[in-house]
């Protein structure tokens, strides 16, 4: 792939093996991987969903101490 991107994926992911993200991310040269912590597959975190609005508006990629907040409630 010749276009940016951002691939984040969650290392307690029960769904989708983390593994799978890390290839992906090896083979797409202009992709930016981030890996979060505790949020499981739905990555329903407030702080990541500000940092990914910021990359999306700014480029300016999650802090990592973003990517281990608490997730929000279901």
Same mark, same amino acid.
């Given at each position: $792939? &010749? $276009?940016p991107g951002l691939i984040v994926h969650d290392r307690a992911d029960a769904e989708a093996p983390f593994a799978h993200a890390e290839r992906m991310a090896a083979g797409w040269p202009r &992709? %930016?991987?981030v890996p979060t912590e505790g949020l499981g597959h739905n990555l329903r975190s407030e702080a990541l969903v500000a940092a990914l609005a910021d990359y999306l %508006?700014?480029?300016r990629l999650p802090e990592p101490? $973003? $990517?281990a907040a608490e997730p929000l409630p279901a």
């Open positions: $792939l &010749a $276009l &992709a %930016h991987f %508006h700014n480029q101490q $973003l $990517l």
